[in-house]
């Protein structure tokens, strides 16, 4: 079992930045997962935004944050990143963190291939 609590989510004005937390609990063998970002917006199917491998080494992203968030994450705090920059209304979702504990494939970045999931975190920005 992994436990996992999104944080940071908030409300920003078009151009800003937001940084997004997951934090990570629950596993004996901890870490030992690749772990992704999400996000839905009203009306809409959940989206990949980025992932990144068990221990940081390989990230992924979605084409339409590619060069403004970056995923990170921190082993010794078991917390993962996400830092938005220039981020546009069409940012303005939920996201969600996820985990993958299926360490044989490569990045995964369907949400049906994650097992574990946060509760989401706010996320709006405003014109």
């Known amino acids: 079992q992994v436990q996992l609590e999104e944080s940071g989510g908030g409300l920003v004005q078009a151009g800003g930045s937001l940084r997004l937390s997951c934090a990570t609990s629950g596993r004996t063998f901890s870490n030992y997962y690749h772990m992704g970002w999400f996000r839905q917006a009203p009306g809409k199917e959940r989206e990949f935004v980025a992932a990144?491998?068990?221990?940081?080494?390989?990230?992924v992203y979605a084409d339409s944050v590619k060069g403004r968030f970056t995923i990170s994450r921190d082993n010794t705090k078991n917390t993962m990143y996400l830092q938005m920059n220039s981020l546009k209304p069409e940012d303005t979702a939920v996201y969600y963190c996820?985990?993958?504990?299926?360490?044989?494939?490569?990045?995964?970045?369907?949400?049906?291939?994650?097992?574990?999931w946060g509760q989401g975190t706010q996320v709006t920005v405003s014109s």
């Open positions: 996820a985990a993958d504990l299926n360490l044989g494939r490569v990045l995964a970045t369907t949400s049906h291939e994650y097992e574990y």
């Open positions: 990144i491998s068990w221990n940081g080494g390989y990230t």
